[in-house]
């Protein structure tokens, strides 16, 4: 009896062990990670997933081994030192309850491309789609886009998405303003380049806000209430607060990135200084998910529907594209100025090819500190001059001109060519189109019908058609105005 006894009770503990391992939870990696991917260059590099609380998960890459616990939640994380660029595929391994093996890993520069439909804006749809989507061939620059629309109440760990390598294929349905700022930069940087988009047309900036942004603003306390109130039960949708960013950016994070880009404004179009509000809300939070150093880069809205001749300007997108300019404040950004490039029967401009080039010069300028002007003219002070105003520029570059920009073609100088949609007013606060000359690296701006001029208006309406005063980098000036009225 006691042989067949043992022979029971080992029986018995082989099922009981053989049950235990069979549902041990696999070594799970977060959702950005996967073959083909870049890891970000010298930067501290994050990688996390999940196991078994109390498991220990290896880590390797490159000559780097690193090791972590699985907290009670089961989620772990190493953090890999700071990387060179490396154009050659490598393998990331992570060893725990079971082994996960990536290839093909690059290391370079990643940033992060996201916002509404002109963001979302698929390359097969731009200018010479056909063209540039066959010449799409970069394999050293790889897409991670996050399909679908999705929201939730409260932040989620994962969210759907594969790494693909650029090609006419995959390419095609990415955003195109994404590609063409990551092509510039892959061919100027000569590194890898990774892009990931996360994009979603008709929203509003508030849903891609994270609770800590909205935190960090005071004037946007009703906002933060409302989400700080948010639970699992809570039903949300495309426009509530925090509920895209929630599902589409934060199972994203903390992965290593060198910055943003971001095209969104239109569904916020009737906003003035509240949108500041909610940029420096969307900015700081992005910033203490990703990295505190995070470069943002924006598109200001272009021009649209059809122009007027109300020297006062002030409608439509006029006073969000000032609110744009404001958030300028914000260190290390940027603004793409494209009133020059849009349409007035289509709120969705096919010049992508300008909107990527004109953001991956203020990355190439600011971010990695080539000699490069990183815009066009920005308004920065004004005096009274008698019977004129004379302005200041920052980004004046080689110099101020009257310029023409045509499709896809660089912008041209206009000789003997007249400055337009300047306006002037004096204390009684009425606008009159004003006489504008361009004087060294300042603009000359009077009108016989103000005598003591107080403010100057450019460009400052919903599409200030005929709007021309560039620099000879070929960049337009953005809209701007001297008054608070």
């Not at 909205?214 to 700080?228: G, Y």
Request: charged residues 20%.
């Amino acid at each position: 009896m006691i042989p067949r006894l043992r022979f029971v009770f080992l029986s018995a503990a082989l099922v009981v062990a053989c049950y235990v391992d069979a549902t041990r939870a696999d070594v799970k990696l977060a959702s950005i990670f996967g073959d083909s991917m870049v890891l970000q260059r010298e930067l501290s590099v994050p990688v996390w997933g999940w196991g078994e609380p109390g498991e220990t998960v290896t880590v390797t890459f490159a000559d780097q081994t690193k090791t972590a616990e699985a907290g009670k939640s089961g989620k772990w994380m190493v953090k890999l030192d700071a990387l060179k660029a490396n154009a050659k595929g490598q393998s990331l391994s992570v060893s725990g309850s079971s082994k996960i093996q990536l290839k093909d890993v690059l290391v370079g520069e990643v940033w992060i491309c996201s916002g509404q439909s002109n963001m979302e804006w698929a390359l097969r749809w731009t200018l010479n789609a056909k063209e540039e989507t066959a010449a799409a061939k970069h394999p050293l620059i790889r897409l991670f886009n996050v399909p679908g629309h999705i929201t939730n109440p409260l932040p989620q760990d994962t969210c759907p998405g594969t790494w693909q390598a650029c090609n006419p294929n995959s390419a095609s349905g990415f955003s195109a303003v994404g590609y063409f700022f990551g092509r510039r930069l892959q061919q100027e940087l000569d590194v890898p380049v990774g892009l990931v988009g996360s994009n979603w047309g008709g929203t509003r900036i508030e849903p891609w806000t994270s609770p800590d942004g909205f935190r960090s603003v005071k004037e946007l306390e009703a906002i933060t209430n409302q989400v700080d109130a948010y639970t699992k039960d809570s039903k949300v949708g495309g426009g509530s607060p925090s509920a895209i960013y929630n599902s589409m950016i934060h199972p994203l994070a903390p992965f290593a990135m060198r910055g943003s880009i971001w095209y969104q404004g239109e569904s916020n179009g009737g906003e003035g200084i509240s949108y500041h509000h909610k940029k420096v809300a969307l900015v700081n939070g992005w910033r203490k998910l990703f990295n505190p150093d995070l470069a943002f880069y924006w598109v200001q809205l272009a021009n649209w529907q059809q122009p007027n001749d109300n020297p006062a300007g002030g409608d439509g997108w006029a006073k969000v594209r000032e609110a744009q300019r404001k958030s300028l404040e914000l260190k290390h950004t940027g603004m793409a100025v494209i009133i020059d490039i849009g349409a007035a029967n289509d709120i969705h401009p096919r010049n992508k090819q300008d909107v990527g080039w004109r953001l991956s010069q203020w990355a190439l300028a600011q971010t990695y500190g080539k000699d490069l002007v990183p815009s066009g003219p920005i308004y920065k002070s004004h005096k009274v001059d008698g019977d004129a105003i004379r302005l200041s520029f920052k980004y004046t570059g080689g110099g101020l001109i009257v310029g023409k920009k045509d499709g896809l073609e660089p912008t041209k100088t206009v000789k003997d060519g007249k400055l337009a949609r300047f306006a002037v007013a004096g204390a009684d606060k009425k606008w009159h189109w004003a006489d504008a000359t361009i004087d060294g690296d300042e603009v000359v701006v009077k009108s016989a019908e103000v005598k003591q001029p107080v403010a100057v208006r450019y460009a400052y309406s919903m599409n200030p058609l005929g709007a021309n005063l560039y620099n000879k980098e070929g960049m337009p000036a953005s809209p701007f105005r001297t008054d608070s009225w």
